[in-house]
């Protein structure tokens, strides 16, 4: 970093001049290797806590909508999450696309890295396209086990050269709290070793018990402690076997937050954002994007409505064969109430779940009402 020539000591004056020069550049290279220390130890991009992190999280179904929508949009984006490994029945990762679309995902994933996007993509625990618990409580209870997929995850991280990964493990049990915990702290470690993120996604709550034990199942504060981000699923307050209703009403955003900022730091929080919505009939909802929930509504000449409760767009209809649908979506609008409530938490960002094409307003939304000012 220095030539390794000496200050020159022509007279006493300049000595001191020189002197103090050269400890100011001393003092400079002390704090800048400490803070490329810092940074190596415990690597943050992109979730520092100031108003810059907008992910989107793009399932592979709408990878390749997705990934032009991403790139009309370049600056309303700086992270993107491919959903898109799941865990074969005996727990080895695996593609959760079809082997036929595997050139497809290859090249939109170059589109994504080519364009400068950091790619974290999200392992969940499906298996051949559900959710699947046993191929998790597996490993969680055998530490030879647990040791070799984290293994495995980082092998994964620096084989494609991922900037890290994202765990959506759902539907464990209370009973796996303290294995989950050591899991996630674990693979927090081993990533890290090599510059490398790890996002966790968990279940909205507004207490530790949540709603049921597979809230339990997620430590919030133990897992905020070692995790770079804590992505909030802050969606499917209503679902598909439940009643009709908003999927993320803005009250219940509003004490996720306030709820999660008592547990997590800040700075980690990231909130899920849904683009999606529901069409109920017959007791099951059927997931809809914004653009399906439109064109539903405009075929069957439909009046949209907006609930100014929960800040969600809605309409019903009436089907060929008689039957009644109610539909409950979001757009612009009810995504920038939500985006208006993370920046008034003080939380890091948000992530977009693009289970499909959303109003396409929404980006004009992200800009204006996240990136601002940044």
């Not at 890290?164 to 470690?189: H, K, M, V």
């Amino acid at each position: 970093m220095f030539s390794g020539t000496r200050p020159s000591r022509h007279t006493n004056r300049s000595w001191h001049i020189e002197g103090l020069v050269y400890l100011v550049i001393l003092l400079l290279c002390v704090v800048l290797l400490a803070v490329v220390s810092v940074s190596r130890t415990t690597p943050t991009p992109l979730s520092t806590g100031h108003w810059n992190l907008v992910v989107a999280s793009v399932p592979f179904w709408h990878l390749d909508r997705g990934t032009s929508a991403l790139m009309n949009h370049r600056q309303a984006v700086n992270q993107v999450s491919p959903w898109m490994y799941g865990l074969s029945a005996d727990g080895r990762i695996v593609p959760q696309f079809p082997v036929e679309q595997a050139d497809d995902v290859s090249r939109y994933l170059q589109t994504l890295r080519a364009s400068g996007l950091p790619l974290i993509p999200t392992l969940a625990n499906t298996t051949n396209g559900r959710w699947a618990y046993e191929p998790v409580a597996r490993f969680l209870h055998d530490p030879q086990r647990r040791q070799q997929h984290i293994t495995d995850i980082v092998e994964l991280v620096l084989r494609e050269n991922y900037t890290g990964i994202d765990i959506d493990y759902e539907d464990l049990r209370a009973s796996d709290r303290d294995e989950f915990t050591g899991f996630i702290t674990e693979l927090a470690d081993a990533l890290h070793e090599h510059d490398k993120l790890l996002s966790v996604a968990l279940f909205a709550k507004t207490s530790e018990a949540g709603y049921d034990q597979r809230n339990v199942a997620q430590d919030y504060a133990a897992i905020g402690r070692v995790a770079d981000q804590v992505r909030l699923m802050g969606y499917d307050y209503h679902w598909p076997t439940s009643e009709p209703g908003p999927v993320a009403p803005i009250g219940w955003i509003d004490d996720v937050l306030g709820y999660a900022t008592t547990r997590i730091p800040a700075h980690k929080v990231v909130l899920g954002v849904p683009l999606y919505g529901y069409d109920w009939v017959d007791g099951y909802g059927t997931p809809v994007s914004w653009l399906e929930a439109s064109r539903l509504a405009a075929r069957h000449q439909a009046r949209v409505r907006f609930d100014e409760a929960s800040r969600s767009p809605w309409f019903r209809y009436t089907d060929a064969q008689g039957r009644e649908h109610e539909v409950w979506f979001e757009n612009a609008a009810s995504s920038r109430a939500k985006f208006l409530a993370a920046r008034q938490a003080g939380i890091s960002g948000v992530y977009l779940w693009m289970y499909g094409p959303a109003d396409t307003d929404t980006w004009s939304e992200v800009r204006e009402t996240l990136l601002a000012g940044t």
